[in-house]
């Protein structure tokens, strides 16, 4: 498979494997209320490091508002200071977060049965969420003012995408070390539904089907009342004392 199949066939791929894995589970755990509870439990567990929390929470934000906001982060990057000040605090937290997940990996595997199958994907899933993060901070120093040139080449890459138009030539033309960041991306994905993460997924779909049924369960109970009330039956067949 060549570079331009790859960035054709793989997102696409990696995006339905994430839908279908996350709807299977979804399924089953409506037949095992308690599944997620004690998934969700073990996920907590290992990624309870705040640093970790927050540094991803600043990376995940910042690559958010780049992909929305891709003019104004140009329009800020054009002042040297702002430029500096972004670039500053993308590597603090792609650095941050590099050794707080190495901690996280390191007590995974401490306490990670190699028996199960779901913590083997787990292990994978962390595997690749580090490649992600390493190659995010080598590219950083290697391949300076990265929130500049990935506004012109990853986020409109990215776009294309959800147009269903890839523009392969935008990826292919990226360094190694961006390239490997992205492909590791798009397999993280891939991976989610057979980990425990995917447990928060399956919560999400959980809250949304509730607050979806509550309008449609509230007219039930509302009808069966009225046709309760107005039961034509009732004028032939009434109530005896």
Known sequence: MGNSSLYVIWPYSAA???VAGVLTRYLLASRQPLFPVA???VVKAVFRERLFQISIFVLVAGHLVGWLFPGAILSWNSSPVGLYLLEGLALAAGVAAVGSSALLIWRHLERSDRSHVTEFFDTLFLALFFTILVSGVLSAVLYRWGSSWGEVTL?????SLMRGRPAVQLATQLPPLVQLHVLA???AIAVVPFTRLSTFLVAVLQSCAVLISQPFRAAGNAFAKWSNQHNPGRWFWPDED
């Not at 986020?155 to 776009?159: C, D, F, K, L, Q």
Request: aromatic share 14%; charged share 5%; net charge negative.
């Open 39 to 41: 998934e969700m439990a």
């Open 16 to 18: 339905t494997l994430l």
């Open 155 to 159: 986020v409109p890459y990215v776009a």
């Open 185 to 187: 991306t798009f397999a």
